[in-house]
């Protein structure tokens, strides 16, 4: 079996073929709002914000593992490298799944090193950022909000995408 493990629009917008698709996790990562979008969801120079994994060998991410088993898994992945493009590489991670099986997964993470990593901020500026932002793929505040949906109709509970949907929300409201 070849998985694909998301943790971000992955989840809630795959965009691929696959067999299967189960929730999953990675040991020793975090997501984070920590990647800034230059094209899909915002521009070069207003970037929006996306998620990363960010190394943490107290953390666990939550995300949903696809199968791409008997699926052209070299189109996928070509697919994906130009989706996951403005920083983000291939990475190959050991995964779990709520039944205790495990299984090693390629996943894309956009290290601290490359040129839209923004890194950590106060939630108020992130939201401000994210409020401001659009790109090809959309206004980034749809892009917190359906992970935080999505994560959410998925059981997981990642309670830094929940607080900056709250704040992100809150400014939607309150214009």
Same mark, same amino acid.
């Given at each position: 079996m070849a998985w694909v493990f =998301? +943790? =971000?629009s992955l989840i809630? /917008? $795959?965009?691929?073929a696959y067999a299967? @698709? /189960?929730s999953a996790r990675v040991r020793g990562w975090r997501r984070r709002f920590w990647q800034g979008s230059p094209d899909h969801r915002g521009t070069p120079h207003a970037p929006g914000r996306v998620v990363t994994l960010v190394e943490d060998e107290s953390a666990q991410c939550w995300g949903v593992a696809f199968d791409i088993d008997g699926q052209?898994?070299?189109e996928i992945f070509d697919a994906l490298d130009l989706r996951e493009s403005g920083g983000y590489v291939r990475l190959t991670v050991p995964i779990e799944f709520a039944d205790a099986s495990s299984a090693v997964a390629l996943t894309y +993470? @956009? $290290?601290p090193e490359n040129d839209n990593f923004l890194g950590p901020a106060p939630i108020s500026k992130?939201?401000?950022q994210v409020r401001e932002s659009s790109g090809d793929s959309g206004d980034n505040v749809e892009y917190v909000l359906r992970l935080a949906d999505a994560l959410g109709r998925a059981g997981i509970r990642d309670d830094d995408v929940e607080a900056l949907a709250h704040a992100v929300q809150h400014f939607v409201d309150n214009p």
């Open positions: =998301g +943790y =971000g809630w /917008r $795959p965009s691929f299967s @698709a /189960r052209d898994s070299q +993470y @956009a $290290p992130i939201a401000k």
